[in-house]
């Protein structure tokens, strides 16, 4: 089965870190990718563009053509960094590879439609 990891962290907090802060999670979120990765657990996995400018809200009516703009967008503190599709015998897996992401900020898990 397949499950999408989605993280997110709220950018400002992740911002006002030291820089050399930043760069040693940014390491150890790279050490967890291989590591998920050289076990054959990630299938898929990428880092989003950085910061909120980079979001596109499209939305799409039946009736309508399709329309993309600037916002407003869904309204949250955290915004989505990353994201990783894992191949796992089930959801409980999936949460027990959740649980060792190395960062802050919250781990959303969802099954991927087959």
Do not use: C, N
């Not at 967890?32 to 990765?37: K, T, V």
């Not at 076990?39 to 053509?65: A, F, H, S």
């Not at 503190?77 to 897996?93: H, L, M, N, Q, R």
Request: glycine fraction near 12%.
């Amino acid at each position: 089965m397949h499950y999408m990891l989605t993280f997110y962290a709220i950018e400002g907090e992740w911002m006002a870190l030291p820089e050399a802060e930043r760069d040693a999670g940014i390491r150890e979120i790279g050490m967890w990718f291989a590591e998920q990765s050289r076990t054959g657990k990630i299938v898929e996995g990428r880092r989003l563009g950085q910061g909120t400018k980079t979001v596109r809200l499209g939305r799409v009516r039946k009736k309508d053509l399709p329309m993309v703009s600037d916002g407003p967008f869904i309204e949250a503190k955290e915004t989505v960094g990353s994201y990783a599709i894992v191949d796992v015998a089930g959801e409980e897996e999936a949460l027990a590879i959740a649980k060792t992401w190395p960062a802050g900020g919250v781990v959303e898990v969802r099954p991927v439609a087959e």
